[in-house]
């Protein structure tokens, strides 16, 4: 009887082993859930990923599109700025004839159009304003730039305006009423370096033209008709000294006012993109 027993018992132990066996190979329920939202994590980062990439692309384009426009905008404002300096080259030519032919006519006559009361009255004038310089025998005047612009402007000082109209007034008068003026500016050799200097006047060429436009234009509020008077911008390159000292170069920053007889052809000589 005990031997049935045995294999009973037997075959229960070797069932008892087989169970915890069969349970070790099974995969737990929770190892499944956190693979599976491991998975799910990352398909949405490879999603994300995709999206920031076309994200990407689209910014590349629009750059590429930016930058296109912006060259276009470059080559655009670069010829402008060529055009612009065309003009300039085209006046500083015309103003070098200007000057060939104003100092003819002041050779072929030998001595000032003025009369000797206007002379005279200059004279004075000279001697009122340290600023201020007159040439009897050829009838030009000369202010220094210092006493009417401020640096890098084309803006008449008020404390130059007294001057001006003055100078005005003796044009206006007896024989110097038939009279042309030409209103010549001139610079130092220092470049244009301030922005907004050289965004007004791009270099020192217009720079002289524009003071020269301004003077006149002081000169015409002050009385004198705009058809007996024309201007020239020579820059830097009509220096009365070298430029080697601050001293010298104070001199060179000048407009000149040339007096010409009525024939001369000087009248409105300016050009109208200036303004």
Not at 7 to 15: I, R
Not at 118 to 141: C, H, I, M, W
Request: with cysteine.
């Amino acid at each position: 009887m005990l031997r049935p027993i045995q294999v009973c018992l037997s075959a229960g132990l070797m069932l008892f082993a087989l169970v915890p066996m069969g349970c070790h190979h099974a995969p737990p329920r929770n190892a499944l859930q956190q693979s599976q939202l491991r998975a799910q994590q990352l398909y949405q980062q490879n999603k994300s990923l995709a999206m920031e990439r076309n994200g990407m692309g689209a910014t590349a384009s629009q750059l590429a599109a930016d930058k296109a426009a912006l060259e276009q905008q470059y080559m655009a404002a670069k010829q402008s700025l060529d055009a612009a300096n065309a003009r300039l080259g085209n006046l500083a030519s015309s103003n070098s004839q200007l000057e060939e032919r104003m100092k003819t006519l002041m050779v072929k006559g030998g001595n000032s159009p003025l009369s000797a009361d206007a002379n005279r009255r200059l004279e004075e004038l000279r001697k009122k304003y340290k600023d201020f310089d007159f040439d009897p025998q050829t009838g030009v005047s000369k202010f220094s730039t210092d006493l009417l612009f401020s640096s890098g402007s084309d803006e008449v000082q008020p404390r130059a305006k007294q001057v001006l109209e003055e100078f005005a007034q003796i044009m206006n008068q007896g024989d110097a009423r038939g009279l042309k003026v030409l209103v010549s500016g001139h610079t130092d050799d220092k470049p244009v370096s301030r922005k907004a200097v050289a965004d007004r006047h791009q270099d020192n060429m217009g720079l002289s033209a524009h003071r020269a436009l301004s003077v006149m234009r002081a000169l015409r509020k002050s009385g004198i008709n705009e058809n007996r008077m024309g201007i020239s911008g020579y820059g830097p390159y009509q220096p009365v000294e070298p430029n080697s000292t601050e001293q010298t170069r104070q001199k060179n920053r000048r407009v000149e006012i040339y007096v010409l007889a009525p024939d001369a052809p000087v009248a409105n000589a300016w050009d109208p993109e200036l303004q």
